[in-house]
């Protein structure tokens, strides 16, 4: 069965740190992955997808970046954190199925 | 563009009444629509899903929903609330077609509390 790992559940980072957060999937070849994030009261606002290796799509123009370096790795970056990065993060994978969620991260910017 | 729209930020029942969550959607395509599920700081489960067959489909835990086109309406419903129901419930339309999900856009979510 497949299955979605990401970490860390929970991260504080000062203002100007940079951020790195990994997502990886189990038990399925070349999927759709994403990054969603979740601000309190705003729902889910898609930041990125990729449809392969190299491959990312950015939704939104901000201060984070994405990678895919293999078929079931996909990483959240910034140089630089800002406070409104803050939010919950959250992984997802999918293709010809409905999207199925990592379990997020709680990242805060101090 | 797809989008969702999700009428309703709070919604209150009694254990045993009547849970009916809005969800209106924009597509320019047929959409595909879904129901998530999330609990306190945990990722989202798919409830149940349309993508063109039967317009009433079943998903789990009781809930169902009907797709109306004519409404753009994709309502979550289940005909008697438990305490384990109280979550955060997103409508979501996704931009894919044939046998590929493309992307998914959610609904800000509808907060259900569950009264004893």
């Known amino acids: 069965s497949q299955t979605i790992h990401q970490w860390p559940a929970t991260l504080v980072q000062p203002v100007g740190s940079p951020l790195s957060l990994e997502c990886t999937v189990e038990?399925?070849?070349?999927?759709?992955l994403y990054w969603y994030r979740q601000a309190a009261g705003r729902g889910l606002q898609l930041l990125f997808y990729?449809?392969?290796?190299?491959?990312i799509s950015s939704e939104v123009p901000q201060n984070l970046s994405a990678s895919r370096p293999q078929d079931r790795q996909f990483i959240l970056s910034s140089k630089k954190l800002l406070l409104s990065d803050s939010g919950f993060y959250l992984c997802?994978?999918?293709?010809?199925?409905?999207?199925?969620f990592g379990n997020g991260t709680r990242l805060t910017v101090t | 563009a797809q989008s969702v729209t999700q009428l309703g930020s709070h919604v209150s029942v009694s254990e045993g009444a009547l849970v009916l969550l809005r969800c209106n959607y924009s597509?320019?395509?047929?959409?595909?629509l879904f129901w998530y599920v999330q609990y306190p700081n945990q990722g989202l489960q798919l409830l149940l899903k349309?993508?063109?067959?039967?317009?009433l489909v079943k998903g789990i835990n009781g809930f169902e929903a009907e797709f109306k086109k004519s409404e753009t309406s994709f309502h979550l419903t289940k005909p008697s609330a438990h305490m384990s129901d109280a979550a955060e419930y997103f409508c979501?339309?996704?931009?894919?077609?044939?046998?590929?999900?493309?992307?998914?856009?959610f609904g800000r979510g509808t907060q259900l509390t569950v009264w004893p």
């Open positions: 038990g399925t070849s070349n999927p759709n």
């Open positions: 997802a994978w999918g293709g010809n199925s409905p999207l199925h």
């Open positions: 349309y993508t063109s067959a039967a317009t």
């Open positions: 979501a339309v996704s931009d894919g077609r044939g046998s590929t999900l493309g992307r998914l856009y």
């Open positions: 990729s449809v392969g290796i190299g491959q």
């Open positions: 597509s320019s395509v047929p959409p595909y």
